[in-house]
């Protein structure tokens, strides 16, 4: 069954570091998200993109945050200068097709990151 | 008004009891209502999702109800089993958009 694989699946950093989390969404999906979710707590949309550019963020991704497709497998999340706060579970999504109502998301197992 | 309130935070039900889940939104807006159930160190998996235009949904056994006027549905687990033990979140997101918004959490164990 095909899935969204994410690496690393843990990373510690110290802050003001800059990190990189990698996805590779389904191979036919064309829909591509990234949520996040702290210990504990809701899981927290940050980013959709599709067709090479942002669809929309919400207000966690600020201007330290940056997503990119470089190829056309992999799709990550580049945070500039981490923070304490941003130690989270970082999960990728990734959906086929946008209809009338939403499609469904498939999740990654998620990168756990934590900044020190 | 883009929250999702979820009750309650932690359930505990015997083998074969019914666990309900219930969830509460605000945003009139909101068009599509799913499920997701997460297991210790998995990302969330659709568990079943359900529109504004039915009242409820039946997949084997898990039911959502959905009470449109009151703004609140909610997740039925019939016959309850030790491996349903896990994180349940609600969500709900805009006919036009696609991003989730989620609820809490509900971390559900099934005693044997």
């Known amino acids: 069954e095909p899935e969204v694989t994410q690496t690393p699946s843990h990373q510690v950093t110290q802050m003001g570091q800059e990190v990189i989390l990698r996805c590779v969404p389904i191979?036919?999906?064309?829909?591509f998200y990234w949520y996040r979710q702290i210990l504990g707590q809701k899981v927290e949309f940050l980013v959709s993109?599709?067709?090479?550019?942002?669809?929309?963020k919400s207000e966690i991704f600020d201007d330290q945050f940056s997503v990119e497709r470089p190829d056309g497998s992999n799709f990550t999340l580049k945070i500039r200068s981490t923070k304490l706060e941003d130690s989270a579970m970082y999960f990728c999504?990734?959906?086929?097709?946008?209809?009338?109502?939403?499609?469904?998301?498939?999740f990654g197992e998620g990168s756990r990151l934590t900044v020190l | 008004q883009q929250q999702v309130k979820q009750s309650p935070q932690s359930l505990i039900v015997q083998k074969g009891g019914i666990s309900i889940i219930n969830c509460a939104y605000e945003n009139t807006a909101f068009d599509y209502f799913p499920w997701y159930q997460q297991f210790p160190g998995k990302g969330p998996a659709l568990l079943i999702a359900?529109?504004?235009?039915?009242s409820e949904k039946k997949e084997g056994r898990f039911t959502i109800s959905f009470n449109k006027s009151a703004k609140q549905f909610s997740l039925h687990i019939m016959d309850s089993q030790p491996g349903d033990s896990a994180t349940y979140f609600c969500?709900?997101?805009?006919?036009?958009?696609?991003?989730?918004?989620f609820g809490t959490g509900t971390r559900l164990a099934v005693r044997p």
């Open positions: 999504a990734s959906t086929r097709v946008l209809r009338e109502y939403t499609g469904e998301l498939f």
């Open positions: 191979s036919n999906h064309l829909y």
């Open positions: 993109f599709y067709n090479n550019e942002i669809s929309e």
């Open positions: 969500a709900a997101s805009l006919s036009s958009g696609d991003k989730l918004t």
């Open positions: 359900i529109r504004p235009d039915v």
